[in-house]
């Protein structure tokens, strides 16, 4: 299996085109590619999966990281954008290079690496070249400077990694320069050529706050819920009265076709915004096709997986679905408050905890990115799919306890229900 490596780290230098860079840095500057001051990523070449995505570079943790896909190891890139595509100045980056979280590999790390910056458009010809330099197979940030430079975007391209022939990791990614107040707003300024030199930067220190970003949008529109499934009769009643009570228009399976039990056709899918699954144990293979067409055409989907069994037998049917989004299942291990939420992903940005009763499950990806996690087990993910979103919430988030409303009364369960459909109801990006 990939990533069942432990790592061993190996200690260095840190060399910047073959030079150290000064330490300590002096006070004054910050990180403004941290995705709690609004940067995101705007474009990456691979990325591994669930537990690797690229907006990892840049959300504060060591523990966490971007991986490329296996047999990738050069030619990868990741491209930051500034909060509200603004320029800025910048002079150093700092880099992580490997995860220590979810089994890293220690010669996957980062090694040789590219710094562009663009202050136009994405267009590979607007970047140029500001930084090359190689990491030291270490773990912690390594600050690698320049000469100062405007720029809108920021691209780390992949050189090489210290030579494990399957893919490359790094941990975190750090832009460097005065803090927003002194952003440049306009591309009427003087070239870095023309500018005197600022100090040298120093490692931001700043507290890590909510990151702005778009909000969600209104709740509203259809949501249709397959009623079909184990449990559906009364697994999903209350997370369909708050929905209702959000504004949306709930109708199940049974409501909007002739048999009680109807087939899952385009026809049927077409007229729904967001169309919930909550799991059966089989799909006929026209009806895997339709749902998978559903999403490619601009739909969204929204599987819920909870075991009540807790049998591996039972979440086939989940996975004859879902693996036609790269996308699988298996038996969780673990329950209670969550120890991770996403907080650059608007659904979960403005959550405290989640519950995780006894009936979750785990979800593994190589499209979608974790939302929610117990320890290192993802048990809620979403991602976008051609022109489509789906999410999977692998868990008993959404669903009642025995006719109850346990768990989706629980702490933010509820919140995070109508969070996701309203994300899920959202014109695609793409």
């Known amino acids: 299996m990939r990533r069942v490596q432990m790592a061993v780290w190996v200690l260095g230098l840190v060399c910047a085109c073959c030079q150290a860079p000064a330490a300590p840095l002096p006070e004054g500057l910050v990180n403004l590619a941290a995705a709690s001051r609004g ?9 591994y999966g669930a537990l ?32 509200d595509k603004k320029l800025h100045k910048v002079c150093a980056v700092g880099i992580c290079p490997s995860a220590t979280g979810h089994l890293p590999a220690a ?57 494990h022939p399957g893919w490359v990791e790094i941990a975190e990614l750090e832009v460097l320069g005065p803090p927003p107040a002194e952003a440049v707003e306009t591309t ?57 009570e959000a504004g949306f228009v709930v109708k199940t399976t049974s409501e909007t076709a002739d048999s009680e039990r109807p087939a899952l056709t385009p026809k049927l899918l077409a007229g729904a915004e967001v169309v919930v699954l909550h799991l059966r144990e089989s799909f006929a293979p026209g009806e895997l096709q339709a749902i998978q067409d559903y999403v490619q055409d601009g739909g969204s ?26 996308t699988a299942v298996s038996e969780g291990l673990k329950s209670g408050p969550t120890t991770f939420l996403s907080r650059y992903h608007p659904v979960t940005r403005d959550l405290q ?28 993910a979403v991602g976008e799919y051609e022109a489509g979103r789906v999410a999977v919430v692998a868990a008993d988030l959404i669903s009642d306890a025995q006719d109850s409303e346990a768990h989706i009364a629980a702490s933010d369960n509820a919140a995070f229900a109508v969070n996701l459909v309203r994300w899920l109801s959202a014109p695609s990006s793409d």
Request: glycine content about 8%; charged content about 20%.
């Open 301 to 326: 989907l929204l599987v819920s997986v909870a075991s009540a069994t807790g049998k591996s037998d039972f979440l086939w049917g989940a996975n004859a679905l879902l693996r036609c989004f790269s």
């Open 188 to 244: 009427n300024q003087p070239s870095s050529a023309e500018t005197a030199p600022t100090p040298a930067p120093a490692r931001a220190t700043e507290a890590r706050s909510a990151p702005s970003g778009p909000p969600l949008p209104e709740a509203g529109g259809s949501v249709l819920i397959d009623t079909r499934g184990w449990g559906a009769a009364g697994g999903l009643i209350s997370f369909r009265a708050r929905l209702a």
């Open 52 to 83: 690797w995505t690229a907006e990892n570079l840049i959300d504060g943790r060591l523990t966490t990281g971007w991986g490329s896909e296996d047999g990738r190891t050069k030619n990868e890139f990741v491209i930051i954008q500034f909060a």
């Open 107 to 163: 010669n996957a790390s980062l090694r040789g690496f590219r710094i562009q910056v663009s202050k136009t458009t994405l267009s590979p010809e607007s970047f140029h070249t500001v930084l090359r330099g190689k990491c030291v197979n270490r773990r912690e940030v390594q600050v690698f400077q320049f000469e100062p430079v405007e720029a809108r975007y920021v691209k780390l391209s992949v050189l090489s990694n210290f030579g």
């Open 39 to 47: 940067a995101k990523v705007v474009r990456t070449s691979s990325t």
């Open 353 to 380: 905890q989640l519950v995780v009763g006894e009936r979750s499950v785990a979800v593994w990806s190589r499209r979608l990115m974790s939302l929610a996690q117990v320890e290192e087990q993802v048990v809620a």
